[in-house]
């Protein structure tokens, strides 16, 4: 058993607004040191294209594909990965898939229109985006589930073609990764990654199309990449670490919370895990449990990192003071891991995610429950949402005027326009007025 530093917090201390804002503290210097290099590499792939892409692979990757045509990998080696694979690894990435599906069936846009007494329809038309880009990580991380979970939206949305990019190292690529694409019904797959990934999906080379939109994580150079690009495409968002809070009472196992804080902090060293409790005694048992499990975690290091640098274990004084706290660190996932939970649920106003109870391990939201797994990050929860269908959607306005409902709402803009001064506008309306 080894100290862990992880630091303890008190509301009712003087100084605890300043050493909360420290730990809440989400600079984004990182990203302003990487742009220069970043902007460097997407002026090279508007500039050279497939050139680019084939020399920040070499670069970047050490793979060299022996043209930019080979960058893609067919249909028929997704579905071998799938066929490959072990039997239980495929059984739990269709099992997870099913889920997801039908989680997210129930999230679609439906058109709708209606008609006015004088027989003006106005309506909303809902289509799905016509291509959109998938990026998924590699090297150090490969994630399979967010393969499912950014492809099986988009697909179940009316995406035409999904278009993933995943970087493969030394030519290595994930056969889980390749297995998940086959079964989400990805279409195209390209082994290209980074930032030069991003800039081929925006503005289209000769051989990777251009896209609408660019969902999926990255590190630090994806992230800038996609907010350089935005406006040439839609982008999901720019996530920032990982992070959870929970929030316990007495009742809850000290173990069991003390991996939960784990299952975030192994993410990597900027994830940020937090428990939050009214009873001071928990939160020591917490500590200890931390103590006692962290040596045999297989990314021991990368979790000490995150909890000693990032983490903490804060005392309030009752729920309601646990409540308004979460509403201010508006975080990825909370876990309320509480005796009664629906309880704590209508005071929350903003969380990527909510976890109801003991039982629902944030974890088992990452992979297989059935929403989605990206998530506002860095606070956003208090003004964005969870990926979902609706994200692969967009919406068109409809207005069909009948002749008595053109009458009507002419006088109206005609009276709104000439008070704009906008005078041809007053006009185009006028012209409909009958005399």
Known sequence: MTA????????????????????????????????????????????????????????????????????????????????????????????????????????????????????????????????????????????????????????????????????????????????????????????????????????????????????????????TAKRLVFGQVAIDMIAGPSEVVVVADAGADPEWVAMDLFSQAEHDEQAQAILISPDEAFLAKVRAAIERLLDGMERSAVIRASLEGRGALISVPDMDAALTLVNEIAPEHLELAVENPEKLLARVRHAGAVFLGRYSAETLGDYCAGPNHVLPTSGTARFSSPLGVYDFQKRTSLIQCSAPGAQALAKIASVLANGEGLTAHARAAEYRIKK
């Open 4 to 223: 862990v530093n992880i630091r303890m917090l008190r509301s009712a201390d003087a100084d605890f607004r300043a050493a909360l804002a420290r730990l809440l503290d989400r600079a984004q210097s990182a990203a302003a040191e990487v742009e220069p290099q970043v902007r460097a590499i997407i002026d090279a792939v508007r500039a050279r294209g497939d050139a680019a892409l084939l020399d920040y692979t070499a670069r970047f990757d050490r793979f060299q594909p022996a043209s930019a045509a080979a960058l893609e990998l067919p249909r028929t080696r997704l579905k071998a990965a799938a066929a490959a694979i072990p039997a239980v690894q495929r059984e739990a990435l269709t099992d997870a898939a099913e889920r997801i599906r039908a989680y997210h069936a129930r999230q679609k846009l439906e058109s709708w229109s209606y008609t006015e007494a004088d027989g003006t329809r106005l309506g909303q038309q809902v289509t799905a985006l016509d291509r959109v880009g998938l990026y998924v990580p590699g090297g150090k991380a490969a994630y399979p589930s967010s393969v499912l979970m950014n492809a099986i939206p988009a697909k179940l949305a009316g995406v035409a073609e999904l278009v993933m990019v995943v970087p493969t190292p030394d030519g290595d690529v994930s056969e889980l990764v390749l297995a998940a694409a086959h079964i989400a019904g990805v279409d195209r797959v390209f082994t290209i990654g980074g930032a030069q990934a991003v800039a081929a999906l925006a503005y289209g080379t000769a051989t990777v199309p251009r896209v609408d939109k660019i969902v999926g994580p990255g590190n630090i150079y994806v992230a």
